[in-house]
Every structure is written in C-alpha cells, then in structure tokens.
C-alpha cells in the first residue's frame, strides 16, 4: 500500500492539475480523458495481466515482490485519484484564479498556491478511497504471483511476500480448526483498515469542505 501511494498519488495529482488547468481542449485531450473514465471502470483482473506482462518482463525476478503488487495497483487507482482530482479542482471557483492573477501571481503559482491547496480536500478523499479499493484487492496480485507460501517475513519491498486478502483466500480452504480462527481474524483486520480508511475519507469532506 504504500508503494501504491507513492506512486498513484503524485502521478494521478500532477495528472488532474495539467488535464484541468493546462491541457489545451483538442480531440487528443478528449481521448486521453474518455481514456481515464474508461480506466476506472475496467475490472481489477486486467490491471493484474498488465502487471504481469508489463512489470514482471521489466523485473523477472521480482515475481511476488510488495515492489511489482504496488506498482500494479498503482495502476489501477490512479484513474480514481485523477477523476476526483479534476473534479475537486473544477469546484474551485474561478474567482479565486482571477483574484491571483490580478495581484501578480502567475499561473503556476496561482495552480499551486491557491487551486490545489482548496481542491486538497477532495483529493484526499478520493486518494483515500482509491486506495480503500486496492487494500481488498485480490486478483491483480493472484496474477503477479502472491499467493506463494511465504515461510519468513519479507525483508524488503523486494522480497517475496504475501498480502492479507490472498491470505485469507488460502486460509478459507484449509479444514483445521486453527486456520479458521486465523481467517476469521484477518478478515477483522482488513474490515478495521477499510472502516478506518473510509471514516478517514468522511471526515476530511467533512471537516474541510469549501461551500461557495
């Protein structure tokens, strides 16, 4: 997860800033942002066979590494965090843009300053969201290759390595009475991290909402 946030965020923010305040309005935009909406919407299983094609031919000996699962489902939150970013940037009135450029700021400053420090908000909210829907995600990473036994603790973002919800997969077919207890116990885990995240996301609308 955190490798997916490293990546999906800044990418999916500096993404939704050009679409919206740089990109000129030609049919190669518009291409790009039908492109985006049609990302959001594909199943998770596709991201999975890109990563395997794509990332797995880059790295070979990676094969199960946290590094290859978070650049996978980096893949598939970032049309989220693009999609709510462009939205939380379009909120911002124009008013505010205007009011920058008049006292001498310039684009860029009027984009980083003002603009996308009152669309944080609803960024936020969809990054936490976005990466509420990968924390559950299990067949990108089945395709990649986490759902090898892992004997020892990974050691590093390179090191072969399991994630909670292929383990509760392979828990769920085992027949002794201590697996099911372990099953049981990691599906509360990953119920708290995905009420946590989604609690975490209402609260920022919440609590820093603009109304103009």
Same mark, same amino acid.
């Given at each position: 997860m955190l490798v997916t946030l490293l990546l999906a965020f800044p990418i999916g923010v500096l993404a939704a800033v050009y679409l919206e305040e740089y990109a000129p309005k030609n049919r190669w935009t518009e291409v790009i942002e039908v492109s985006i909406n049609n990302l959001a919407a594909v199943p998770s299983i596709i991201f999975g066979l890109l990563g395997l094609a794509?990332? %797995?031919w880059?790295? !070979?000996?990676?094969?199960s590494a946290p590094l290859i699962g978070g650049m996978t489902l980096a893949l598939m939150t970032m049309p989220v965090i693009v999609i709510s970013g462009r939205n939380a940037i379009k909120s911002v009135p124009p008013s505010i843009r205007d009011a920058a450029l008049a006292v001498g700021a310039s684009r860029v400053q009027t984009v980083f300053h003002h603009v996308l420090p009152l669309a944080l908000p609803g960024?936020?909210?969809g990054t936490i969201i976005g990466m509420a829907r990968a924390l559950g995600e299990t067949a !990108?990473?089945?395709?990649i290759g986490m759902r090898a036994f892992v004997a020892t603790p990974p050691d590093g973002f390179t090191s072969p390595a399991s994630v909670l919800p292929v383990q509760i997969f392979l828990w769920s077919d085992e027949i002794d009475r201590g697996f099911v207890e372990r099953t049981s116990a990691a599906i509360i885990v990953l119920l708290a991290f995905l009420l946590v995240m989604n609690g975490l996301a209402i609260y %920022?609308?919440?609590r820093f909402e603009k109304r103009w």
């Open positions: 794509v990332f %797995l880059i790295f !070979p000996n990676y094969r960024i936020l909210t !990108p990473l089945l395709m %920022l609308r919440n």
